[in-house]
């Protein structure tokens, strides 16, 4: 079943001779469940992408399909409710809160979106993440490893539709690279989340369902790499 859908997407930057094309006419959908990595060299529209998908930055043309709605077509409130309940996002720099635990920092969106926290589903993630006994521990307590764990628990508590996930990696050793993409694996698994990554990292990109190449702003590659 389809959960996102690219319509011929565009994002242009400056005019005239200052023109950069970061996105020309990619279209793409993803399947609910599905673990997509999205590689390419820096420049080629990675990031800006994946920005468009959460809802952080306006296309110049084309549209964004999430669940059927049109993600664009929203004002400005609504699409500040998307980005808190819809999508997930997690990036290469943690943007943790100093002052704030762990528990604190993952539940922060929740509070701030006036939610109640799911409790249950909290402490299944402080399990999975291994911060129990953490809980009351501040950003500089812990480790690089423990930091991008935090995100990702601030990203998943809200069961959003989409998780997307900007070079999760890339401030970590091999160690923890790998145990973070093992957590990403299991919330695609044992929840049925949604995965979108970008990565320059190609062992990563090699566990995902399906590759997506992106060059010059354009899809050069879309390849399904196990169903």
Not at 31 to 59: C, M, Q, W, Y
Not at 60 to 73: C, E, H, P, R, S
Not at 148 to 153: D, L, Y
Not at 194 to 213: C, F, G, K, P, S
């Amino acid at each position: 079943m389809e959960i996102l859908r690219v319509e011929n997407l565009t994002k242009v930057y400056g005019e005239d001779e200052n023109e950069v094309r970061a996105l020309d006419g990619v279209s793409f959908s993803v399947n609910k469940g599905e673990f997509v990595a999205i590689i390419g060299p820096s420049g080629s529209g990675k990031s800006t992408l994946l920005h468009i998908l959460g809802g952080v930055d306006r296309p110049t043309d084309g549209k964004v399909f999430m669940d059927g709605k049109d993600v664009y077509a929203q004002n400005e409130e609504q699409l500040a409710i998307f980005r808190r309940r819809q999508v997930g996002l997690i990036y290469q720099f943690y943007n943790l809160i100093p002052v704030l635990n762990v528990t604190e920092n993952i539940t922060l969106p929740v509070l701030m979106d006036g939610q109640k926290v799911n409790e249950s589903r909290l402490e299944e993630l402080l399990t999975i993440l291994k911060l129990k006994g953490r809980e009351n521990h501040l950003p500089n307590q812990l480790s690089g490893g423990q930091q991008q764990r935090v995100s990702i628990g601030r990203a998943l508590l809200n069961a959003p539709a989409v998780v997307l996930a900007d070079e999760p990696t890339g401030n970590l050793d091999s160690k923890n690279s790998q145990e973070i993409v093992e957590l990403l694996k299991v919330s695609n698994e044992k929840y049925n989340q949604t995965l979108i990554v970008i990565t320059h990292d190609e062992n990563i990109a090699l566990q995902a369902d399906r590759i997506i190449a992106i060059e010059d702003g354009k899809i050069a590659r879309d390849e399904v790499i196990r169903r």
